[in-house]
C-alpha cells in the first residue's frame, strides 16, 4: 500500500494585497491567472506522485477563492490524472469574503472540497480598514450563511488580535460574534508587524498598537472563552469542536511528507526539502525547478520534530520520536527538560511531553534550548 501525503497548491493572487501581509502575492488578472495555471499544471504533470496516496489538499494563498469555478475545475482535473486527489480525507480552501459566491460554493462542494477557512480576522469596520481588508462584517456574514446553506460542515474562521486601535473589549466582543455563529475551528493570531508589508513602514499605525498587557490580556481570554464553548486547543493559536483539527496542519506539525506546488511552496519529501521558485517570471518559465534543495539530517530533523511538535498542545509523543530517531528523548533532551520541568515550563509522562500553560506563553525563548548546535 502507498504511503499517504499532503499536497499544497499555492494561489498567489489578491485583489490588492493587507496592509499586514508579508505572503508571496501579487495582484490578479485573467491573463495572469491563465498563465500561472498553465505552469501550475505542468509542475502536477511533472511531480512523482507515485508511491503516494494524497492525504489532505490545501489551496492557500494569497486568495484561492478568486479563482473561477472552470479554473479550479481544471486545477482537478490535472490532480486527478496524477491520482493526486482521488481519496483525499481533507481538501480545504481559503476564501476571503469578498470573492465568495454561490455558484463558486457550489462548485467547491460538487468537486469533493469539505473544508473553507474564511478569513475574517475582525468583526468591526474600522478594524478591518485598518488591515487594509476589502471586506465588512456583514459581508462575511452573507457568505458564510451562504456556505452553511451549501453544506459546508466544516468552516474555519481566522480572527486576529492586537490590532491597531483594537481594545480588549472590543476584540472580545468580535470573537463573542464568533462564536454564536458556532464555526467547527477557529484560528486566532497576533497580529506581527513583519518587515517589507505597508505596516512596518508606518510609524503611526505602531503607535496604535495595544500594549502589551492588553495583548496578553486578549490571549488569555481566547482561550479561557473558546474552552467553556466547546472548542479544545489543540495548537498554539488553533481551536477546534472535537474531531474537526485541521489535519493538513497537523501534518507539518507532525513532520509528514507534503508536496508544495505553485510559486514559492516548498515540500518535505523522503527527508528532502525542495523550494520552487519565487519569482512569477521565473515560475512561468520553470515550474518544476527548485531553487533550494536540502537534505534533512537526523540532528535537523529531531530540532524540528521538537519545535513543531511543541506547538501541539497535546506535545511530543516519545514513542514517535523513538521510533524515528532510535534513540530516546531523555537520551538527547533529558537535561533541559529536566530543568524546564523544575520551573513548571514543560511537564511530561512515560507516553509525552509538552509545554504547561505557563512555558506555552513563553515556548520561543524555552525552544532555543533545544537545538542541538549553536
Given amino acids: 500500500m502507498n504511503k499517504k501525503a499532503s499536497l499544497y497548491l499555492h494561489i498567489p493572487f489578491c485583489v490588492r494585497k493587507c496592509h499586514y501581509c508579508d505572503f508571496l502575492s501579487i495582484a490578479t488578472s485573467k491573463e495572469k491567472r491563465k498563465t500561472y495555471l498553465q505552469s501550475l499544471a505542468a509542475q502536477i504533470r511533472q511531480t512523482d506522485f507515485e508511491q503516494y496516496e494524497p492525504y489532505t489538499i490545501f489551496f492557500g494563498g494569497g486568495t484561492p477563492s478568486l479563482l473561477e469555478p472552470e479554473e479550479l475545475l481544471y486545477l482537478k482535473r490535472e490532480l486527478e490524472r496524477k491520482k493526486m486527489w482521488q481519496g483525499a480525507e481533507e481538501i480545504t480552501i481559503e476564501c476571503n469574503p469578498d470573492s465568495i459566491t454561490k455558484e463558486k460554493l457550489k462548485t467547491y462542494r460538487n468537486i469533493g472540497i469539505n473544508r473553507l477557512s474564511i478569513g475574517l480576522q475582525s468583526t468591526h469596520t474600522e478594524e478591518l480598514k485598518l488591515l487594509g481588508r ?18 459546508f460542515d466544516n468552516i474555519n474562521i481566522d480572527l486576529m488580535s492586537a490590532i491597531p486601535k483594537q481594545t480588549v473589549t472590543s476584540y472580545i466582543n468580535g470573537l463573542n460574534k464568533i462564536m454564536d455563529l458556532n464555526p467547527e475551528h477557529i484560528s486566532s493570531y497576533s497580529l506581527i508587524i513583519e518587515e517589507n508589508t505597508r ?6 499605525i505602531i503607535k496604535l498598537l495595544p500594549n502589551e498587557e492588553d495583548e496578553r490580556e486578549m490571549y488569555h481570554r481566547t482561550k479561557e472563552l473558546l474552552e467553556q464553548n466547546g472548542y ?3 495548537e498554539i493559536s488553533n481551536y477546534a469542536k472535537p ?5 493538513h496542519n497537523l501534518v507539518y506539525w507532525e513532520l509528514g511528507e507534503y508536496f508544495g506546488l505553485g510559486l514559492g511552496a516548498s515540500s518535505y519529501v523522503k527527508e528532502m526539502r525542495y523550494k ?3 519569482s512569477f517570471e521565473k515560475y512561468e518559465k520553470q515550474p518544476n525547478q527548485k531553487i533550494e534543495i536540502e537534505k534533512v539530517g537526523k540532528q535537523q530533523k529531531m530540532e524540528e520534530f521538537i519545535f513543531l511538535g ?7 509523543s516519545k514513542e514517535t520520536f523513538h521510533r524515528l530517531f532510535e534513540i530516546s528523548i531523555e537520551e538527547v533532551y533529558g537535561e533541559v527538560i529536566k530543568k524546564y520541568e523544575a520551573s513548571d515550563f514543560l511537564e511530561s509522562s512515560e507516553e509525552w511531553v509538552r509545554f504547561t500553560s505557563k512555558g506555552l506563553d513563553v515556548s520561543n525563548q524555552i525552544l532555543s534550548e533545544f537545538l542541538l548546535t549553536v
Fill in 134 to 151: 476589502i471586506h465588512d462584517y456583514e459581508n462575511f456574514l452573507e457568505k458564510y450563511k451562504m456556505a452553511r446553506q451549501e453544506g
Fill in 199 to 204: 505596516f512596518y513602514e508606518n510609524q503611526e
Fill in 232 to 234: 479544545e486547543r489543540y
Fill in 243 to 247: 474531531g474537526k483539527e485541521c489535519r
Fill in 276 to 278: 520552487n521558485h519565487d
Fill in 310 to 316: 511543541l506547538r501541539k498542545i497535546k506535545g511530543i
